[in-house]
């Protein structure tokens, strides 16, 4: 299981075993490709009562869908989420994990909470769980290469089956 460099994400894409939509061949990195922000966010509503963490939950009950042109402010100490610019297909024998960009981190801009694997198998737009740790508002710009997706092969294959198989909008 090694993660895979640039020549071999571009071979992969190549013989269409990785597909990426839309697709810029500069975003692809020495060992990762950078994903942008797309233009939908989710807002936590601000609730008075407590949120029973369950499986049964449901993110859309407890958010405002937004959509933007030109940016979105998050706050200090805001979470929302986020959905990258890019669908990204992966075959059942690669699997991905999303990471923030330094430039970003360093000012306090989280892109994942804790849900950063990809799957083997999906064909979707990767959620952002987006947070703010600076003790400032930072402007989040559409199409800025806020993340990227390190790939690696897998041992054996495997293809999600969940819910956000695939996952084209917030």
């Not at 992969?12 to 990785?18: A, S």
């Not at 969940?162 to 909008?169: D, T, V």
């Given at each position: 299981m090694g993660v895979l460099t640039r020549e071999e994400i571009l071979k992969?894409?190549?013989?269409?075993?990785?597909e990426i939509e839309p697709f810029e061949e500069d975003h692809v990195g020495p060992g990762s490709i950078d994903l942008r922000l797309g233009n939908?966010?989710?807002v936590f509503k601000k609730l008075r009562n407590a949120c029973v963490v369950e499986d049964g939950i449901s993110v859309e009950d407890l958010?405002?869908?937004v959509e933007v042109k030109d940016s979105f402010t998050l706050m200090p100490g805001e979470t929302v989420l986020?959905?990258?610019l890019e669908r990204i297909k992966?075959?059942?024998t690669i699997c991905g994990w999303l990471e923030g960009r330094s430039r970003f981190a360093r000012m306090g801009l989280v892109i994942h909470m804790t849900a950063g694997f990809v799957q083997p198998g999906v064909n979707n737009r990767q959620v952002?769980?987006?947070?703010?740790?600076a003790p400032f508002p930072l402007v989040l710009k559409p199409s800025v290469k806020i993340c990227q997706i390190v790939l690696q092969r897998t041992e054996g294959e495997a293809c999600y089956q969940?819910?956000?198989?695939?996952?084209?909008?917030l």
């Open positions: 992969e894409i190549h013989l269409g075993h990785i939908e966010f989710r958010t405002e869908l986020g959905i990258t992966l075959p059942t952002l769980e987006i947070g703010n740790l969940g819910k956000y198989m695939r996952q084209n909008g």
